[in-house]
């Protein structure tokens, strides 16, 4: 079973900083299949990027996600206080990575 | 409006059953697949399985096999996830997802079912 582990676990940032939040996987994945959530406390999670670098519907061009193989990137380019919550990656439609929590500075 | 719309939170004890509801508005339920993905408090996603309503495949987390089925009504766009023999690490919020086929991206997402196994 691939194992996706993200890091950094916790970052903290300010608003109008970039973050770059990483997934990687314990062995070789399909660009195709490597997703990214954003979940926000109480709410069920969002898809933000789908095919490692597409944007789903609805997404600002502030994220941008990027990689193949065994590591893929999340970009956020200048944060917005609404960006602030946990982003998952996952893999082919099921394992998750164990979420990075992006928090105010 | 596209929505999946889940049923109410529920208390169960060690080893009853749970049967949570997904019920999609908006499109068809036939035209994606359903996949069920739970969360436990403070805890990262897990995903437990997929359905197809189509043809009613299963794909199910080898983890949870033997207690959980995923099934579909169809004449009222409705999903269902039951998990039986249930224990208190089951304690969760549980989420339907919709995704086109097995393996792809989850784009709706319902609002998730708490479920708490106490005795």
Known sequence: EIVLTQSPGTVSLSPGERATLSCRASQSVSSSYLVWYQQKPGQAPR?????ASSRATGIPDRFTGSGSGTDFTLTISR???????????QQFGRTFGQGTKLEIK | QVQLVQSGAEVKKPGASMK?????SGYTLTNYGVNWVRQAPGQG????????????NTNYAQKLHGRVTMTTDTSTNTAYMELRSLRSDDTAVY?????KQLYDAFDIWGQGTMVTVSS
Do not use: H, Q, T
Not at chain 1, 79 to 89: R, S
Not at chain 2, 20 to 24: E, Q, R
């Open chain 1, 79 to 89: 944060l917005e206080p609404e960006d602030f919550a946990v982003y998952y990656c």
């Open chain 2, 45 to 56: 996603l897990e995903w437990m399985g997929w359905i197809s309503p189509y043809n009613g």
């Open chain 2, 95 to 99: 989420y339907c997802a919709r995704g």
């Open chain 2, 20 to 24: 949570v509801s997904c019920k999609a």
């Open chain 1, 47 to 51: 898809l933000l990027i789908y095919g």
